[in-house]
Antibody, heavy 118, light 106 residues
């Protein structure tokens, strides 16, 4: 129901845009989130967008990453700029239970790998 | 910021009961959600709002939350339960995950 794409190998300081295509539910009714898992590390929340478009970010990515959504395409995006080695991770998108967050995440996509290295 | 503390690892004998804790200040006043992540797979929701199972999650998986500790309990542990488990809460408009616990079934 959620399919991420856009992961790649990118040099430090570079940019990348991830996409997450949704199906099987009324996309415009729910908040969507991005969560990442770096190699050997745990889950780390990255960003969330309400169905209304309000955006929220983890401190580690604020000012560098931007989340957006296109309800006509049932897709949520994560624009990542000024990438650092520590951004290397599998990036998952997930659906929040509610339109304005505060819920649980289900389902999750399979993830897309972002590697930041020279 | 709000912190969640989980043990790095928990071991359980096959068929016995595993308990994975998630500690946080007055966590009992928050809704806690739990996710399972098997190697090479995406996370899966196993408990929401402290003690509710999504469809497809067996009854031997349960949750509780009181005081400063939330607990995920897996009864009659099976090899297929080996995975990482993460608790999650909201802190204002931010999402907080625990550090994760690796469950090993012996």
């Amino acid at each position: 129901q959620l399919l991420e794409s856009g992961g790649a190998l990118v040099q430090p300081g570079g940019s990348l845009r991830l996409s997450c295509s949704a199906s099987g539910f009324s996309f415009s009714d729910y908040a969507m989130t991005w969560v990442r898992q770096a190699p050997g590390k745990g889950l780390e929340w990255v960003s969330l967008i309400y169905n209304s478009g309000s955006q929220y970010y983890a401190a580690s990515v604020k000012g560098r990453f931007s989340i957006s959504r296109d309800n006509s395409k049932n897709t949520v995006y994560l624009q990542m700029n000024s990438l650092r080695a520590e951004d290397t991770a599998i990036y998952y998108c997930a659906k929040d239970r509610y339109a304005s967050g505060q819920g649980w995440f289900d389902p999750w996509g399979q993830g897309t790998l972002v590697t930041v290295s020279s | 910021s709000y912190d969640l503390t989980q043990p790095l690892s928990v071991s359980v004998a096959l068929g016995q009961t595993a308990r994975i804790t998630c500690g946080g200040d007055y966590i009992g006043s928050r809704n806690v959600h739990w996710y399972q992540r098997r190697p090479g797979q995406a996370p899966v929701l196993v408990i929401y709002n402290d003690n509710n199972r999504p469809s497809g999650i067996p009854e031997r998986v349960s949750g509780s939350n009181s005081g400063n500790t939330a607990t995920l309990t897996i009864s009659r542990a099976q090899v297929g339960d080996e995975a990482e488990y993460y608790c999650q809460v909201w802190d204002s408009t931010s999402v907080v995950f625990g550090g994760g616990t690796k469950l090993t079934v012996l």
